[in-house]
């Protein structure tokens, strides 16, 4: 009896959910989810919010504590994570354990938020909060402040939505109301399985609302005990592991280079166009052929066990999942043959082996300002700090990720090699995509840490590039957080100079012939009126030859030029810059493909549009 009526039921539900759309009156138009409290309900509960974890701020169970002012602990029960430090998945859905409180009508959990630079209420509702709540809200449970103008420091409450069951529904067995923010790739069958709710009873406690029209908006899911939440799983055993593939394939890749320059070595050799050295030969003699082999096999054994644990490491540095790891002194000196000649890339950067891997190891006398910034950034485009050392005499050692094509002036002013005839020029693509490495790499620098970092430094010696030439920003030196808008007007001219020596192949800041800057020729050349073009191509690198768009070189000449305005305030910012060089990567390479596609491949390309 019992079974069937419940049978009955789901074909109902089923019924509902499939024909939902046809039926006019099912869903209405205004129909909300409803978070009010009545008589009826009760003035307080326990319940959950459902919070995705997500980079850069909240990737670990501590900075979700924080930001709800939960404890950690309660965080890692809720979810059955088996300590606090356990490595959250990118994108995790958490469950966070909240009290609820019905403040007469409305059923809200306070949650108390310190502005930070560049906040607004609906900045921070979208943002940190995931809309949880909505600004509208949070304007009223904040009247003495006045929206546009929040202090950095000033206490705000944000009412996170929420809602108690009820008599009723706790009868019918429902014990939480979750409150869930709705996915554009949500459906209901994948949201009531991931929570093992009823399908029904979703659609029951959020008034049969239209599930489309609720995207990015706070819903409830009713469930009769906590969930384990089933997600999607990225990365199947962790970042761990995708950090592991990462090295691994750093490794492969700098196997691969090692016998592409074996490969050149012999061509020159044969075509005896070099009597002393090629510089790439000069750095991988015989024994480093014997611990590159011996690297590949330890590189094999060590994918099953993983030693270095990451430690931690100063105060508050604790927000990134790949914290550096403290070496033994002796494992540098080992690593760097006691920071052998043989070993050194330049000034005090010495080309290690730990573990089978390469990494660059430079040494310092004073590391903190270095160490200050670059536990502060995360970013493709700027070297990653993998390590940290120090010794007995006051030196300390950071371990960074090698970079197998050294730094980009060794490729742009090859003449500064000791003991070079040739290295290949950089093609257009490369030189464009670099630009758009460093432009990608100041602008997270310059807008998307807080505060704000300038490099202070930015020249060609400062940007290595790894093995597929991806462009990365190094040395910090001289980097510190951005006090005044004038000190990143300063990187933007640098950047300027760096797209000027891309294009010419000359360096930017020495004297020419006249005695004039280098740099500054390019204004000549941008101001001789009708014939730009001619006079760009006269003036352009020649080992580009004609392997260049002309009109992508004159947008990369007049940014260059804009970079380098006399008046600070007239540069553009890192974020037109990115944007303008994103656009010509594309149509570049657009372009490319179109003029080296086979005729029958851009017929296929076309085909699906036009059969529609
Ligand atoms: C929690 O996770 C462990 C494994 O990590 C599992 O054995 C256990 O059943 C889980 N507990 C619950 C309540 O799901
Ligand atoms: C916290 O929420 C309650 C509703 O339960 C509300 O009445 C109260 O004003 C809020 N507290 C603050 C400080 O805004
Ligand atoms: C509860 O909060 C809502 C939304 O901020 C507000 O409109 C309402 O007046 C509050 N009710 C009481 C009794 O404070
Ligand atoms: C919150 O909603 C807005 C649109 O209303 C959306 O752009 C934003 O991505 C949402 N935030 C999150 C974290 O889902
Ligand atoms: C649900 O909302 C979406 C977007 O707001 C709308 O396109 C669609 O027609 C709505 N469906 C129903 C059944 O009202």
Redesign the pocket.
């Known amino acids: 009896m019992v079974s069937s009526l419940h049978s009955l039921l789901l074909v109902f539900f089923l019924f509902i959910l499939f024909c939902a759309p046809y039926i006019s009156a099912q869903p209405t138009a205004d129909a909300d989810t409803d978070f009010s409290c009545s008589s009826d309900s009760p003035d307080s509960c326990e319940t959950y919010l459902s919070f995705r974890a997500r980079s850069p701020d909240y990737v670990n169970v501590g900075s979700i504590s924080d930001l709800f002012g939960v404890s950690r602990l309660s965080i890692a029960k809720a979810n059955n994570l088996s300590s606090e430090d356990e490595l959250l998945k990118p994108n995790q859905l958490l469950l966070v354990p909240i009290e609820c409180n019905c403040?007469?009508?409305?059923y809200?959990s306070n949650v108390t938020y310190q502005i930070k630079k560049d906040d607004s209420f609906y900045f921070v509702s979208i943002t940190a909060f995931e809309n949880l709540t909505n600004f509208l809200?949070v304007q009223?449970?904040n009247p003495t402040l006045v929206p546009n103008k929040l202090e950095i420091g000033d206490e705000v409450v944000f009412?996170l939505l929420c809602r108690c069951p009820n008599k009723a529904l706790r009868d019918r067995g429902i014990k939480y109301l979750i409150t869930y923010v709705w996915q554009p790739a949500d459906d209901i069958s994948s949201v009531s399985s991931m929570f093992k709710a009823s399908p029904a009873d979703v659609l029951v406690e959020n008034n049969y609302r239209n599930f489309t029209a609720a995207l990015c908006l706070p819903v409830l899911i009713p469930v009769s005990e906590l969930p384990e939440l089933v997600q999607a799983d990225p990365f199947p055993s962790g970042p761990r592991s995708a950090r592991q593939r990462h090295i691994l394939s750093a490794i492969v890749g700098t196997i691969v280079a090692f016998f592409i320059c074996m490969l050149f070595s012999l061509v020159v050799y044969i075509h005896r166009l070099c009597r002393k050295k090629m510089m790439l030969e000069r750095n991988l003699s015989n024994s480093e052929y014997v611990d590159i082999i011996k690297m590949k096999k330890t590189a094999i054994d060590e994918k099953f066990e993983l030693k270095a644990i990451p430690e931690k490491l100063l105060p508050g540095v604790s927000g990134y999942l790949d914290k550096p790891i403290i070496y033994d002194e002796k494992v540098i000196m080992e690593a760097t043959k006691n920071l052998s000649d043989r070993y050194r890339i330049g000034g005090s950067v010495y080309r290690a082996l730990i573990n089978g891997k390469v990494f660059a190891v430079k040494k310092f006398h004073d590391v903190t300002e270095e160490l200050k910034i670059l536990q502060r950034v995360n970013h493709a485009n700027l070297v990653k700090l993998i390590g940290i050392s120090t010794d007995n005499a006051g030196n300390c050692f950071l371990v960074y990720e090698y970079a197998e094509n050294y730094s980009l002036d060794k490729w742009l002013f090859p003449e500064s090699l000791s003991s070079s005839c040739s290295v290949a020029p950089l093609t257009w693509t490369q030189r464009l995509n670099i630009a758009l490495d460093v432009a990608n790499g100041l602008h997270y620098m310059h807008e998307h840490s807080r505060p704000s970092i300038v490099h202070g430094d930015l020249q060609t010696s400062n940007i290595l590039l790894n093995s597929k030439f991806k462009a990365k920003i190094c040395n910090f030196s001289t980097a510190r957080p951005a006090t005044c808008s004038l000190l990143l007007e300063a990187d933007v001219f640098a950047f300027g100079i760096l797209l000027f020596e891309l294009l010419s192949g000359r360096k930017g800041m020495e004297a020419n012939e006249k005695g004039e800057i280098v740099w500054k020729e390019i204004r000549g050349v941008l101001e001789t009126g009708k014939d730009i073009e001619e006079g760009l191509a006269l003036w352009i690198d020649k080992s580009l030859e004609s392997f260049y768009p002309i009109g992508g070189a004159l947008i990369l000449a007049n940014l260059a030029a804009v970079c380098t305005a006399e008046k600070s305030s007239a540069r553009p910012s890192m974020t037109e810059i990115v944007f303008n060089l994103s656009f010509l990567t594309q149509s570049t390479s657009e372009m490319d493909e179109r003029s080296w596609a086979e005729p029958e491949e851009s017929l296929r390309h076309v085909s699906p549009v036009v059969g529609r």
């Open positions: 403040n007469g009508s409305r809200f809200l009223d449970m009412p």
